[in-house]
Nanobody
Framework: QVHLVESGGGLVQAGGSLRLSCAAS????????MGWYRQAPGKQRELVTA???????TYADSVKGRFTISRDNTKNTVYLQMNSLKPEDTAVYYC??????????????WGQGTQVTVSS
């Protein structure tokens, strides 16, 4: 079994910063892409940013220049540094990991989600 545990969400004023963390644990052989998604009320879940095992990154246009994704492969952990937060960044943020388990089984796993609320 594999578990993703997120932390770091909360309430912040516009212009402020938050740092999210997501740690994967369990029977993990390796992790390919790790990413952060978000879902605002009444909207579909959307990709915010992702990072490959080699460090290549991609960002949604709405967060470019404000958010930074990073990962520590030795800890199976991915981070999201969010700066210059805006009220429209308010959402539940979910961590995703493309895990290769012992035996070669590949599957995507999701965290439980962490609420980020940005007040104006």
């Amino acid at each position: 079994q594999v578990h993703l545990v997120e932390s770091g969400g909360g309430l912040v004023q516009a212009g402020g910063s938050l740092r999210l963390s997501c740690a994967a644990s369990g029977s993990i052989l390796s992790i390919n892409t790790m990413g952060w998604y978000r879902q605002a009320p009444g909207k579909q879940r959307e990709l915010v940013t992702a990072i490959t095992s080699g460090g290549s990154t991609t960002y949604a246009d709405s967060v470019k220049g404000r958010f930074t994704i990073s990962r520590d492969n030795t800890k199976n952990t991915v981070y999201l540094q969010m700066n210059s937060l805006k009220p429209e960044d308010t959402a539940v943020y979910y961590c995703n990991a493309a895990v290769v388990r012992s035996g070669g089984l590949r599957r995507d796993y999701w965290g439980q989600g962490t609420q980020v609320t940005v007040s104006s």
